[in-house]
């Protein structure tokens, strides 16, 4: 078969970096960034988390192609703001954000399992 092997998907090759960065030569304050062995669920997320974000001007990302395993991150801010800071604060408001629903599903599991137990 000519299909990539599945795990091509998700594992980064050895020498390749996670995120590289490339500042915009033509407009200030813009860059992109490409994120390797991820799709469309880690692009839209983070592009709906850098529009919350009052200093960024543009943001958006695309698969360059569905055999190729990244994103491309595009950021434009205004002069109080940069991309990398954006990028950052982002991601750290997502973890953030994950780590309570992480924590609100586990209470009601456990809250769940506790009436389970006695019987409800």
């Known amino acids: 078969m000519n299909a990539p092997d599945r795990y091509e998907r998700f594992v980064v090759p050895e020498g390749t970096k996670k995120v590289s960065y490339e500042r915009d030569t033509k407009i200030v304050n813009a860059a992109s960034?490409?994120?390797?062995?991820?799709?469309?669920?880690?692009?839209?997320?983070?592009?709906?988390?850098?529009?919350?974000?009052?200093?960024?001007?543009?943001?958006?990302?695309?698969?360059?192609?569905?055999?190729?395993?990244?994103?491309?991150?595009?950021?434009?801010?205004?002069s109080q703001s940069s991309p990398t800071q954006a990028y950052t604060q982002a991601i750290n408001d997502l973890d953030k954000e994950l780590e309570y629903l992480k924590q609100a599903f586990e209470d009601e599991k456990n809250r769940y399992e506790e009436r389970v137990k006695q019987g409800y």
């Open 33 to 78: 960034f490409t994120i390797e062995r991820e799709d469309h669920t880690i692009g839209n997320i983070l592009r709906m988390q850098l529009h919350r974000d009052p200093n960024v001007l543009f943001a958006g990302y695309k698969l360059p192609h569905p055999l190729q395993y990244k994103i491309i991150v595009r950021i434009h801010t205004t």
